[in-house]
């Protein structure tokens, strides 16, 4: 099914019943959809499947798609970030170095440092 923006609301586009319902927010368009379709053909709501598409204009659409890529990317810098500085903080702590200086050299709290080492 479509759902499109339409003034203050969402309008789903149901083909397989070839009718039209509206939902005030994204989270309400799967239980109006199951509803309008429990209604038109007596299915049981729970074994109603949904393949929900929402349809965006061209210019937001390739925004949104930027966004969510540029969230994975800091999603990912992160993880390598938080290995880089177990590492670190395993290889200070093998020279003797305390818990608040690893912690200082690597811009973090000694607690923080303490979790890197402790945590495979």
């Known amino acids: 099914m479509n759902v499109t923006r339409d003034e203050d609301a969402w309008m789903v ?21 199951r509803d309008l379709i429990h209604i038109m053909t007596d299915e049981n709501l729970e074994t109603i499947s949904l393949d929900v598409r929402v349809e965006l204009p061209d210019d937001v659409r390739r925004i949104v798609t930027e966004a969510k890529r540029q969230r994975e990317i800091a999603e990912q810098s992160a993880r390598l970030a938080t290995a880089e500085s177990r590492a670190a903080a395993k ?30």
């Not at 083909?15 to 959809?33: F, G, H, S």
């Open 13 to 33: 586009d149901i083909p397989q019943i070839q009718r039209v319902t509206l939902a005030l927010n994204l989270k309400e368009v799967d239980v109006m959809a």
């Open 91 to 120: 290889r200070l702590r093998d020279m003797g170095i305390t818990l608040r200086d690893i912690g200082t050299m690597l811009g973090i709290s000694y607690q923080r440092a303490g979790q890197l080492i402790n945590n495979h």
